[in-house]
């Protein structure tokens, strides 16, 4: 290998590192709510919950955004939609 073809290798493999530490400091911080947890919640990106045909309590997850424009996942339960159908 000539010393471009090892330039060029160090470059790519330095950016690639760099990129992987880009999305690792921007990943979503995953959280379980307890109850009385202050949250810091500037917008709500996203809320869903898992599926069920009968009326109990399901695992849900709400995605949203705090003031410093951090991405949260928070893990929480609550009732399942079927519960607002009158079963």
């Known amino acids: 290998m ?3 073809t090892i330039s060029a ?3 790519f493999a330095a950016t690639s590192f760099g990129a992987v530490a880009a999305q690792a400091a921007t990943a979503p911080i995953q959280d379980s709510y307890h109850y009385g947890q202050h949250l810091d919640i500037q ?3 996203a809320d869903n919950a898992d599926d069920s045909i009968t009326c109990k309590v ?6 949203y955004l705090d003031s410093q424009h951090q991405e949260h996942v928070l893990n929480y339960r609550r ?8 079963d």
């Open 58 to 63: 399901v695992s849900a997850h709400m995605t």
């Open 79 to 86: 009732m399942a939609e079927a519960c607002d159908m009158g």
């Open 9 to 11: 290798i160090a470059v």
């Open 43 to 45: 917008k709500v990106l």
């Open 2 to 4: 000539n010393i471009k």
